[in-house]
């Protein structure tokens, strides 16, 4: 397939308008917040609104047809995206499966820690780990099948499909989700690592 510029153009500004309104989200909910809590809280309001906006509008499409036929106003999104993995056209049921546990429970998980983080909830770190490892592991079932089978529904030719979107879009969900978890490992440790040097200092 052949790129359509102007529905490129539409994606990544819609990718865009979502950063911008995380910013600006951030700024206004979570002042209080030192630089580092506020970058993850940019995170997760992108998250958020990715899981409960885009993600939610596929599976829906997926569910009562396919992307490639639908005329949802996400659908030329989405078909854009399908020239890099067209199982997203077709309603994969593996992708179709992901998607909708992603629309489910990890967009509202992400609202949770949006709350969490603002209100200081000692339950921030607990569940944060479990929204990282569902979405390792949403990544993981998404791509190794494929990879297992040969990549055939991959567009690994096109520099743009291949680098930006399979590549950089979807590093973003393995990437900072890793760095949560080592974040929730630090938080949940501290204590006891405090005790430890509390003790070798008597």
């Known amino acids: 397939m052949s790129t359509d510029w102007a529905v490129l153009g539409l994606s990544l500004s819609f990718v865009a308008l979502l950063v911008i309104v995380s910013i600006f989200a951030a700024k206004y909910f979570g002042p209080h917040l030192p630089f580092l809590e506020k970058a993850i809280f ?13 993600e939610a ?13 639908s005329d949802n106003f996400m659908a030329p999104l989405w078909r854009e995206y399908g020239n890099a993995d067209s199982r997203w056209l077709y309603s994969d049921p593996t992708i179709v499966s992901i998607e909708l546990i ?12 949006l709350y969490a983080m603002t209100t200081k909830k000692r339950y921030r770190h ?9 979405e390792l592991y949403g990544g993981y079932m998404t ?8 990549s055939k529904a991959l567009n ?5 499909y291949n680098i930006v979107y399979l590549w950089f879009f979807n590093g973003l969900w393995v990437v900072i989700p890793l760095l949560l978890l080592y974040q929730s490992y630090l938080a949940l440790t501290a204590p006891s690592r405090i005790r430890g040097i509390s003790k070798k200092k008597r």
């Open 143 to 150: 791509f190794c099948p494929e990879w297992l089978t040969g």
């Open 42 to 54: 940019v995170w997760y309001c992108y998250d958020a609104l990715t899981h409960l906006t885009m």
């Open 102 to 113: 992603t629309a489910a429970v990890a967009g509202p998980l992400c609202v949770l820690m």
């Open 57 to 69: 509008c596929f599976a829906w499409m997926s569910i009562v047809g396919q992307v490639a036929t």
């Open 156 to 160: 690994t030719e096109n520099p743009l």
């Open 126 to 134: 607990f569940w944060q780990i479990v929204l990282c490892t569902m």
